[in-house]
Structures are given as C-alpha cells and as structure tokens.
C-alpha cells in the first residue's frame, strides 16, 4: 500500500532535520550594500562574512554540524599519540572507504600537498576529470602539469547527459599513448566540482581503472563530494537503484589505489581531511611527511574533537534521507534560476548551482570581467555572496593529443550542507532574476590587483565608467 506521508517526504523539499539552533542575519540596506562593495574591492572574496545575507561562496566548511556531532566533540580525547578519537575517525574512514590506512590532515589541501610529493615530479603530467584549483596549483607547485580530461558535453549547458563530471575516456586513451611514461597518477574528482558539480559514474571509473592498468599508473579518488556522487549513481545509473549507498560508495573506491578528502564537504564539518589507501608503503611515506608538515599520523593537524566530528559526520554524510533532500534543495535553487532567466547547467549537479556568465551579460566581453560583475550584482541586488571567475581548463585533443588552453566564464552558486532553507533558496533565485533584468546597465569591471598564484584569491577590481 503506497504511505501517503512518505511519497510526500519524498516528493516535497521537506528537510529531514529540524533547527536546535539558529543564527542571526541580517541584510544591510541598498545604500550599505553599495558602500561595503566598494570597500571589498569589488570582490566577493573580501567582502566581511557579516555584511553577507546569504553566503553561497562555498559548501566547504560551512555546513551545520548535527546535535550528534556536537555531542561528539566533548568526547574528544585529546591525547597527543594515539588519541582515542583517532580510533573513533579512522575506523569510521575504513568502514565507509574500505581503506585499511588512513592518515588525517588538517584540510584536503594538505593531504594533496603530501601526494603531489609523493608522486609528482618536475615535467610530469597529471590527468584528471577536472582538478579542483588547490589540486592544479600544487601539480604545477612541483613542477607538473595538470591536464582535465572532461569531455565537451560539459559546456553543453542544455544538454541533460546524467555524468557530466566523466573523463573523456577517447582523450584519456590518447593522452595515455602520448604521455603514459610522464603520467604520475590519475585524478578522479567525485564529484566533479568544477565541472558544474557534475557526478561520475561507475561505469566511467571502472573504464579509467581499467585504462590506468595498463599503463600501470595509480588511480586516486579525491573524495571531498563522494556521498553526493554516489547518491547520483544510485538514482541515474542503471543497476544501481537498489544498492545502499555504503555499498556504492564501497565499489567507488574499489577502483582506486587510494584517495583523499576534504572532510569539509560530504563529512559536514567545519575542519579537517585525509588520506585512505592499502597501501602499507606508501601510507607510511605519506605518515613521514605528515609528522614534518601537520602533526603526529594519529592528529594531522586536528584536534581529537575534530577527529570525532568526522568519524559521525562521515555516517550522516552517507544517510540517503540527508543526501535526498540536499540534491532536491540545490536542484530547486537550479529549477527557480532557470525560470528566472540564467542559463544554468543541467542536469543540476550536487553542491551547487553551475551559470554561464556569458549568457547573463551578453554585452560584456572577457576583458570587461563579466564574471566580477555577476558577483558584484548578486551582492548588490539581494546581499548575496557567490563565486565567479574566469577558468582555465588545460585540456588534450583528441586528434592530435597536443595540449591546448581553454577559458570558461562559470558562476557557481554553491549550497552549504543543512543550512539554507527552501526560502533562502527562492529569495536567491528571485536576486538572480533582478539581476538578469538589471544585467545590461552594468558597464563592467577592470583589474587592480591580480597576483599570479591563486589570484582570485587577492584580486582587486573597479568599475568602468559609462
Ligand atoms: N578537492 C576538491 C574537489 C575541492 O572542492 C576542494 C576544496 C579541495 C580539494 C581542497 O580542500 O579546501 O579542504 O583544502 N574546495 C572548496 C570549494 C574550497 O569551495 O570548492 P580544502
């Protein structure tokens, strides 16, 4: 017999959680907006978290911690050699990734600096899916050069292909022939955060395993959106509609010789990361590394409290209620930005939404940094922060296999986990349409400042005048 109040559970954007806590916002006026833009530079990036009314510049670190996570936290054992939360996160970490060893880092930056040098070396190509840009800078940190394999169904914003985030397996089979001896690893992001967030399927991981085999090169997963991922391989891959998500997740990393994470997305807490692998050698090579970077192999960085608040985070990250309701929140923000006039990228991916800024601001070129102006606007017209900026993707030709460079203009509206409400959603989606409406009068953006390491991180802007 069908339960009405469980096919509406599932239908509705209902949250399978309820508020224990809240805290305040508040939108500055009109007048304060445009003061506090100004001082910002013209950046979302230095805009004060307190001048903000809905923050969607990222879902890393931001979510909210569960009743049982705080309750967690005081049993944080904060011993300094083989504490017993240690035990707590490194067994929740094996039984989720099926990993035997599991070192803990601060952040996934950290686990990813300790891979890269382990692995990358001076004139070494890196492949991936999609790097994320922390991954790319410390390729190139070493001296390598990383390479995003995604295929051109990606800018094919109105095309509804359910695995967007997959490597092109034609361009992974040529980059393979030509350059298999420089290729250190291979990077699959899951989910494909800079590919509009995009999900990748197991039949695609299991084609790039079966690729890497026979060049011999090692295949690690950079987990940070893993229960995201596996939950779209559970509802738009064949086969897989009945398996748990444990399970799915299990057979994700099965592909893999390893992975890391940042634990701030798909763990939903505020700090922390690592790395998993079998392998006893290199796990103690990443240990040696660890003691001289982050901390004892046991902490890495973090406190025992930290390591807790993952070992729970990691369980609830997997719970399909959560994972369902995440995807039917950021698909709604997708849904009512679409219906408000952007050109976003379908299928809606996990953590948020994917824009072309180019179609929002048709009359501004490159040059003009409409990407500045879109962030700029959202902050403006509704004390909305996003994140925008020009990327640039080097990608292989599948008839040549020679490297070129290609830039893309993406705005990312990305959703913090069990934070926004349905109502947050439609008061940013209803932003996004007086933007759309107001887009034209908007002159563009020159550069003041752009260092040239991860230099959207202290870029300064202006506007041009009419
Ligand atoms: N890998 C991916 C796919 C990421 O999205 C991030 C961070 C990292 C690695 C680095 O992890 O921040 O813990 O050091 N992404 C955040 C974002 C910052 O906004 O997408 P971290």
Redesign the pocket.
């Known amino acids: 017999m069908s339960d009405f109040a469980q096919d509406l559970f599932a239908r509705t954007v209902a949250e399978p959680y309820r508020t224990k806590v809240v805290e305040r916002l508040a939108l500055p006026a009109r007048s304060d907006r445009e003061r506090i833009l100004a001082a910002a530079f013209y950046s979302p990036i230095h805009l004060e978290a307190n001048d903000v009314y809905i923050d969607l510049i990222?879902?890393?670190g931001t979510g909210a911690m569960s009743d049982q996570q705080w309750s967690a936290l005081m049993r944080g054992d904060e011993a300094y050699f083989n504490s017993k939360s240690f035990f707590a996160f490194e067994k929740s970490v094996r039984d989720i990734t099926g990993f035997s060893r599991v070192i803990p880092t601060h952040?996934?930056?950290?686990a990813?600096k300790i891979i890269m040098e382990l692995l990358v070396d001076r004139g070494d190509i890196v492949l991936s899916n999609t790097h994320?840009d922390?991954?790319k800078a410390h390729v190139e940190n070493r001296g390598g050069k990383p390479v995003d394999l995604v295929g051109d169904w990606l800018w094919r914003f109105d095309e509804p292909s359910p695995f967007k985030g997959n490597v092109d397996l034609d361009r992974l089979e040529v980059a393979l022939e030509r350059y298999g001896d420089r290729v250190p690893m291979i990077i699959m992001?899951v989910l494909n955060?800079f590919a509009c967030s995009s999900p990748v399927s197991m039949a695609n991981l299991r084609d790039v395993r079966r690729l890497a085999d026979k060049h011999d090169i090692p295949v690690f997963l950079?987990a940070?959106?893993f229960a995201e991922n596996a939950y779209f391989i559970k509802t738009r891959e064949g086969g897989y509609g009945d398996k748990s998500i444990a399970d799915i997740v299990k057979e994700m990393m099965s592909y893999a010789s390893g992975c890391w994470m940042?634990a701030?997305?798909d763990a939903i807490v505020n700090i922390g990361?690592f790395i998993a692998t079998n392998d006893e050698r290199f796990a103690r090579l990443c240990q040696e590394k660890l003691v001289l970077y982050e901390g004892f192999y046991t902490y890495g960085g973090l406190a025992g409290r930290d390591l807790e608040a993952i070992a729970v985070g990691l369980r609830e990250g997997i719970d399909e209620d959560y994972l369902a309701h995440r995807v039917r929140l950021v698909a709604t923000l997708g849904e009512l930005m679409e219906q408000a006039g952007a050109r976003v990228s379908k299928p809606i991916g996990g953590s948020g939404v994917f824009v072309d800024v180019e179609a929002m601001y048709p009359h501004l070129a490159a040059d003009k940094l409409p990407s500045v102006a879109l962030c700029a606007d959202m902050y403006l017209e509704g004390g909305v922060r996003i994140?925008a900026a020009p990327f640039l993707m080097h990608r292989v030709s599948k008839e040549s296999g020679d490297v070129f460079d290609q830039v893309f203009q993406l705005a990312r509206f990305?959703v913090p986990r069990r934070v926004y409400s349905k109502s947050h959603i439609e008061f940013v989606a209803a932003v996004v349409g007086k933007v759309k409406e107001t887009a034209r009068e908007n002159r563009g953006y020159r550069i003041v400042e752009m260092p040239e390491i991860l230099g959207h991180f202290f870029a300064k802007f202006a506007p041009l005048e009419a």
């Open positions: 990222t879902d890393s952040q996934g930056r950290a990813e994320f922390t991954t992001t955060n950079d940070s959106r940042s701030k997305k990361g994140a990305a």
